[in-house]
């Protein structure tokens, strides 16, 4: 058992969710791809590289 497999039995157990035999390869899988998606998800993103729908908070014009 690798660390990343035994970090998915951890969080199993702390939430108290049970995984059927027949699903387990399945949802380990599953959780290897959400960690490798979590990490990207982690770098810090230059502001201008944001995407357009994030918004770009400006100072109101007086009017």
């Excluded at 951890?10 to 108290?16: E, F, I, P, Q």
């Excluded at 399945?26 to 357009?52: G, K």
């Amino acid at each position: 058992m690798d660390e990343m497999e035994e970090d998915f039995r951890s969080a199993l157990r702390v939430a108290g969710v049970t995984v059927p035999e027949s699903r387990y390869a399945i949802m380990l899988e599953a959780y290897r791809s959400w960690r490798s998606l979590a990490t990207v998800l982690d770098e810090p993103t230059p502001y201008a590289l944001e995407p357009a729908a994030a918004p770009h908070l400006a100072p109101s014009p007086r009017r």
